[in-house]
């Protein structure tokens, strides 16, 4: 089976009010359990704001070292899923899933084939 990322892209912006993520937590959890249950989940994760990034990249032969995301936008990858399944169509369908429980747009993307 192939392997599909489904990115979790949040606004940049304010947190949203306290009540709103518990629904979506708990809704997260359920699906995450389901992904498991189906053998499809592989990990998940969500990660810290933009500017707790480090850039890290070689310019002119030297690698160089960067506060703050790579770029500038009005949206961020807060989170992802990394799945496993038959074919585009069944990973889709995992994505449909995220966004209704998130209300966020879901990137579906597959892996290409490992180095080495």
Do not use: C
Not at 19 to 43: C, H, N, T, Y
Not at 74 to 95: C, N, S, T
């Amino acid at each position: 089976m192939k392997q599909y990322m489904l990115s979790i892209y949040l606004p940049e912006g304010d947190s949203p009010p306290p009540e709103r993520p518990e629904p979506i937590s708990r809704d997260g959890q359920a699906l995450i359990e389901e992904m498991k249950a189906s053998g499809a989940w592989v990990f998940n994760g969500g990660l810290h704001a933009p500017s707790s990034a480090t850039v890290v990249r070689v310019r002119d032969g030297e690698v160089l070292t960067t506060d703050g995301p790579f770029v500038e936008g009005k949206e961020h990858i807060g989170g992802f899923v990394v799945i496993q399944a038959p074919d585009l169509d069944a990973a889709l369908e995992w994505g449909r899933k995220t966004a209704r429980v998130t209300s966020l747009p879901i990137e579906v993307r597959p892996f290409q084939d490992a180095w080495g």
